[in-house]
């Protein structure tokens, strides 16, 4: 075995290692909009799923709706890569994601949205149309996949 020191960075040292950049670094694709650091910031007391804050009380603390305090969260998680998850169980609420099994669990929540609203399309439009949009199904590539292409 060799006598270099390996390191294994755990889900809590990600997200602490995001946070720093985020807040303290200014990286993100865009500065980071006053409210989203506010939020970022009540949210870096609520880690794990098992400290989630209600959507009301955040929007009670940043004086906002609670719509905001959602739209905040999605630019959190798609612009700027910080792990948020949404617990659907007590304690409900947003919670900064610290375990593989946290991050399961929130991945889940929106792959029951997803399949709920492809049934939903299905009632709508036919079988064919979620076919048709099951082909066209894709994600626009992130900054660093366009500059790679």
Not at 39 to 68: D, N
Not at 85 to 101: C, D, V, W
């Amino acid at each position: 075995m060799s006598d270099q020191a390996q390191f294994v960075f755990t889900p809590a040292d990600l997200l602490r290692q995001r946070l720093e950049s985020v807040l303290e670094r200014g990286e993100g694709p865009y500065p980071l909009p006053p409210d989203a650091r506010k939020l970022l910031q009540w949210l870096s007391y609520h880690r794990g799923a098992s400290r989630a804050i209600q959507c009301a009380e955040l929007a009670k603390y940043l004086k906002v709706s609670e719509r905001e305090i959602k739209a905040l969260a999605k630019c959190l998680v798609e612009d700027f890569d910080v792990p948020i998850g949404a617990s659907r169980q007590k304690p409900y609420g947003y919670f900064l994601i610290e375990t593989a099994q946290e991050l399961e669990d929130a991945m889940e929540n929106y792959i029951g949205e997803i399949r709920s609203l492809a049934r939903r399309v299905r009632k709508l439009g036919g079988k064919h149309r979620i076919v048709e949009l099951a082909g066209q199904l894709t994600l626009e590539p992130n900054n660093e996949e366009k500059e790679s292409a």
